[in-house]
């Protein structure tokens, strides 16, 4: 009896959670004059996708969108779990203050240091390039990274380097053959929860980005909101497209999420 | 294993060289440079003469504060909000979730599939989704009698933020709460039954002090970006927090002040409120951290 | 796992390498020119400037994002990788670029053009403090109320003479459950538009402004007070829980044929042109309490000169160019836009009407002149509108609040 009410409430509040999203999808189907007289109704065709993906030169925008994504998120996820490591294990000078000095880049508005941003990458050479947004969204995914990463890092076992100094292996060892392994499904969650918002961002390339070559899907979107806010229909396609990769993305790394999330939340 | 940690000593720090180098560069080096415009009078983006605290007082002028104070005011009630509604459903699914054999993955991932979306995204359709002309919520309630007016009244609109946002980030409590809930070891739950405690009690007794450092975590999380609120925010009720400034943020006045006041000195006064942001939300997080770390 | 990050970084760095931009053609001088409208109406008018001037290659870009593009100019203005020329806000949201120098002024020896504008016009485009020219002023919008003939006529019912009339009209659309006035207030920029549409005859248009400005007057004059409170008046008209209907609903409601009349901008037309082909438009100056209506109006906007410009003479060439009547014509015609150049016939019917009557009887939009301040008085009215829309304060209220924010800069 219990089991069962515990079942209606969960597939209950997962209708709620998927039901926009199905509204969306849904939409996306639908001339943009049917869904303002009509809400919910029956998909009819393609029009909006094919519309979408031509008039938005989509096909550009996924590549430097994948490229930034994937640069930045493995730059920031590997200077991360190599500062998390000390941070959450080893017993050092200034411990607390490193853990605070990342911490409180996730406490101020990004905006705030727009302009000198971009003075600082005009002066480097990297305004209106992909290398300055990947060397941007990397330091920016850092304070994340390390405040997850060092809390896994912490929960690990402290038997772990004990055996390995008595077997005579140094940090660099210990981290590379015996912590690493272990970090892996904590990497993958930090990794799709930074891939995300940084796929969804569409402020710096807009402020950094010049040449229509070069900029990312999001700001794509924002000329496709200017663009198509009143036409529904083929907004909604395109918003579709966007989120796609991403829920591509979640689905596989689902299993690698719950066993990271798990094995840092074990002790 | 003291002897590993003395001699890990100076190779700490060769650690974390990379992540300081880059984080202090793009992150560090630009917010601390917005932070000290803040003592400089501006002429857009051209650097006036050093002003004191004259930007911090403009902080405090009458029209200013008048923003500042119910804006702070709906940030806390965004935080209690998440920490109320969408923390406490987390914990609850994860719960559940530990009770359901099929579909368990299914149900994970639907979850936590909003937070995929892009925040903007959201707020487009949410406010679609609650139009009072075209949307098919109220349609569906009108008929009940249930008509709300959602993000159109200011007495409605916070709460269906915090219900926009909870149906948003959910996933994240539920995963982080699944992940500790599946590190308890059974024994523990068992060895109480036995004693003879019900499952009420091994729930206060035995889970909840254990799920203390997730939620630490979750909660020192969920004040952050409460405090910081930005995007979505901005796309349900625009850069003035419709209707009426009831979902008026301090992220949002940020935005306001330095983007999109016209204001010659905008950098200034913006820069000001930035590090009263930082200074207040930075302060709380340490303490926050200190609290909650100490009794887990 | 250092070697993994140098790799990492590696790839980052060689595979996110710029590549190189390639320059323009040979011995031709690209222009470029950042604004936030379509771009491809640009390109259209700009090619009529590169047949002229075969050296030179217009090349536009735009930003459609409105907020983010005063980020993306003060910055790209500020660097070195600005525009040549830009479209530049008018008013309060100008100063900022040029009081930190980011602008050639102009003056009637490069941009002869300017000389013959109206006053009105150009001083949308002056710095406020030293009173010069920043910008070649584009368009001139005007608020009216745009309707839908075919419903009018459906019902019985025309562009209204007396304000009696209007209520009356309303009312009879109203019981045959067409929505009368499609108006959102939940983006809060329109609720000052919609007020100076139906008030600004009630409290007496430029005069009033002027009388304000020069301390003589308050807002909160029972003048002004009665002129936003049709707002409140015009509620019954409006539709349902008006304060939560957004400004893309409202322009939903008026092209599907649900609601008769449209309070807006004169940008509308293009949208409603667009957007919903079957439906014949008509406008009309809402009469006030006491007969004729004024149909305010504003300065949109003006193209800029980048003090950086490496070409500033073909620029200054260019901004010639864009004052001219050539120009204003072409603007107009394909934008269906008012163009700022004095002397251009728009060869748009209903555009000529407009023009007509707002020569007549034209004001200045009220809010665009008081538009400083941090929070901007444009800001705090709008709130304070909204508010009043809500039922929560009074029109004596939302008006006191204006004053008191005007108070902080005037």
Redesign the interface.
Known sequence: MR?LA??I???G??A???A??L??VLSSFRPT?E???Q??GRPTGFGNYVKAWTEASFSTYVVNSA??VV??V???A??????A???GR????G?GM?A??????????A??????????L?SM???????G????Y???S??FN???LT?FFR?LP?EL??A??LDGA???AT??HVM?PLVRPALATVVVFQF?PIW?D??YP??LM???SKLTL?VG???F???F??D?GT?FAG?VM??IP??VL??LA??Q??A???????? | ?A???R???G???L??I???L??S???????F???T?SFFSWKG?LRGGFAGVDNYAGLLSGTFLDQLLPALGHNFLLFAGTMLVQNT?GLA?AL??S??RRGK?A???????????????IG???T??LSPA???VN?FLKPLGLAMPWLGDPDTALPTVIMITT?QW?GFPM??F???L??IPQEYGEAARTDGAGSWQVFWRITLPLLK??MA?VTI?SF?GS??T?ALVYALGGSNGAPAGATDV??LL??RT??ASGDVNA?GT??AL?VF??TF??GS??LL?RVLRRRA | ??L??AV??A???T????ST?TSAGEGKVTLSVWGWG?EANYDKMFAEYEKLNPGVDVDA?S???AT?YD??LS??L????GPDLAWLRAGAQLQPLVEAGRLLPLDTKDVPGLASYDEGVLRAAKGDKDGKVYGVPFAVQTLQVIYNKKIFADNGVTPPKTYDEMISSAEKLKAKGIIPFAFGGKDDWMLPIVASIFGTAQWGGDEFLADVKAKRKKFADPRFVEGIEQLGKLKPYFPENAAGVSY?DA??LF??GKAAMFPGGLWELN?FNE?AKDVELGVFTPPSLEGQGLMPGFTDGSYGINVKTRHKAEALKFAAWLASKDYGQLYTDTLRIFSAVPGVTPKDPLLGEVATTFKQHGAAYFMNEFAYGNPSSAAVFSKALQEMLLGRITAKEAAERLDKSVSTWL
């Open positions: 089991a515990i079942k409430l969960l597939w509040y997962a709620f959670s998927m926009p999203l509204v969306m004059s869904i303002f007289d809400p919910l490229v930034v640069c930045a493995l730059l920031g590997g200077v991360s779990l190599l500062a490591y000390p941070l080893r017993e050092f000078r411990r490193f605070a000095y990342f911490i409180s880049g996730m406490t101020l508005p905006h705030l240091g727009v302009l000198p941003l971009f003075y600082l005009e050479g990297l305004v209106d390039s992909l290398a947004l990947v060397l941007v990397a330091a920016g850092v304070p390390v405040f997850v809390a929960q402290y380097d004990e390995a100094s140094g940090p660099f981290f590379w690493l995300v969804n569409f402020f807009l402020v010049r040449d229509e999001p979107l924002t000329h909101f200017g663009q806010q009143n529904w907004l918003l966007t989120t991403l829920v979640f689905v689902t299993r999420i719950v990271g999330l798990t094995a840092g939340m074990n002790r | 294993m002897l590993g940690m001699r890990g000593r190779s700490s720090y650690f974390l990379p992540a300081f880059l984080y560069a793009f992150v560090v080096y630009p917010l440079t917005g932070l415009y983006t459903l699914f559940a979730l009770r359901v993955r149900l994970q991932t639907m979850f936590a599939l909003p937070y995929l979306v892009n925040p903007l995204v487009y359709l949410w679609l989704l075209f949307g098919p349609a149906w959910v995963l982080l699944s992940a500790a599946g590190g450092p997730a975590t999380l952050i405090m910081g930005f301090l992220g940020f935005y330095a983007f950098l913006s820069s930035a942001m930082f939300i930075f997080t340490l951290e | 796992m250092r993994a990050a990492a970084l790839i980052a760095l595979a996110c390498a710029p931009t379509p870009r930003f459609t994002t983010e980020t993306i910055t790209g500020a660097g070195d990788s893309t322009q939903i092209s599907s949208f957007n």
